[in-house]
């Protein structure tokens, strides 16, 4: 138990998501001002990339065609956007 103490990763009873709350690098001890300004620009990045994703599968979904082949041109555009959505989680 002595080696929970000074690895918070090595507590099975401490959830992940209160390590990083608590400031604590996966294992590596605390994390430093220069991590949390990666992981913040990380997380801003993952964001602003789903509002693109998901302003394209609006732009998708209003389109009315009747040409079949555009039709599923739009399906398969819709069907790999959707993929990229579920993907970033």
């Given at each position: 138990?002595?080696?929970?103490?000074?690895?918070?990763?090595?507590?099975?009873?401490?959830?992940?998501?209160?390590?990083?709350?608590?400031?604590?690098?996966?294992?590596?001890?605390?994390?430093?001002?220069?991590?949390?300004?990666?992981?913040?620009?990380?997380?801003?990045?993952?964001?602003?990339?789903?509002?693109?994703?998901n302003l394209q599968r609006e732009s998708?979904?209003?389109q009315r065609v009747s040409n079949p082949?555009?039709?599923?041109?739009?399906?398969a555009a819709l069907a790999q956007v959707?993929?990229?959505?579920?993907?970033?989680?």
């Open positions: 138990m002595a080696n929970a103490v000074g690895n918070p990763g090595a507590n099975p009873r401490l959830p992940t998501d209160m390590i990083s709350s608590v400031g604590w690098n996966s294992g590596n001890g605390p994390m430093t001002d220069e991590d949390r300004r990666a992981a913040e620009q990380h997380r801003a990045a993952r964001e602003r990339q789903k509002q693109v994703l998708i979904l209003s082949g555009r039709r599923a041109a739009l399906e959707e993929a990229q959505i579920q993907a970033l989680g």
